[in-house]
């Protein structure tokens, strides 16, 4: 089992469409989580981080429940710009790996 | 400020040969990881180094090896290139030991023949 897991995708969702990514992870000792988005051939890139409580960041929300070991992220009014490869990492509770999901593509289209 | 950069961009080599790849890190960070990124796959993490110290390894065979310069910059070698080592090689640096965000460099992407 992959410690972190993730639809592949890809995802062809409409301009304006309101899409929704997931992501379990498997080590309950994990302290930090994030989205990166890595555009094709380029370096990733944090998107935002992910929080308990939830957070948001423009068009863009990010969830976490520890409990289930799962996070998600909702991108709402989906541009054309907006696609690419979405990364769930997990940082181990040491701090000093980070540990990618093996990402999910996004394409928007007109 | 400076951003990660990486070089060489690109590197093609034959099995058998030995590989430096070389990074130099954000200004004013102290800590830099190396990763593999395989086609269609997520970034692997390789290692750390942290103030010259390697601060933790993935599970990655010895023939990976790094090295970490007064000045921060980083060096990964790979010894005995096989096939399956063609991929993009990411470093990101970040400050205090990999806790904090980490920013990445554009990648040198490696082809093993």
């Known amino acids: 089992r992959k410690e972190v897991e993730q639809d592949p995708g890809p995802f062809n969702v409409p301009e304006g469409a309101t899409v929704a990514f997931n992501c379990t992870y498997s080590n309950s000792a994990s302290q930090s989580f994030f989205w990166y988005r890595q555009d094709c051939r380029k370096e990733p890139k944090l998107l935002m981080s992910?929080?308990?409580s939830g957070n948001e960041d423009g068009r863009f929300t990010a969830q976490l429940n520890r409990a289930s070991q799962y996070i998600s992220l909702l991108i709402r009014d989906s541009k054309l710009s907006d696609s690419a490869t979405y990364l769930c990492v997990v940082n181990d509770n040491a701090g000093n790996m980070l540990t990618f999901g093996g990402g999910t593509r996004l394409m928007v289209k007109p | 400020e400076t951003g990660v950069t990486q070089s060489p961009t690109h590197l093609i080599k034959t099995r058998g040969q030995q590989v430096t790849l070389r990074c130099s890190s954000q200004s004013g960070h102290n800590t830099v990881s190396w990763y593999q990124q395989a086609l269609g796959q997520g970034p692997q993490f390789i290692f750390q180094y942290y103030r010259e110290e390697e601060n933790g390894r993935g599970n990655f065979p010895p023939r990976f090896s790094g090295l970490q310069f007064p000045n921060y910059s980083s060096e990964l070698n790979v010894n005995a290139l096989e096939l399956d080592d063609s991929a993009l090689y990411l470093c990101a640096s970040s400050l205090g030991g990999g806790a904090g965000e980490q920013f990445f460099g554009p990648g040198t992407r490696l082809t093993v023949l």
């Open positions: 992910v929080y308990s």
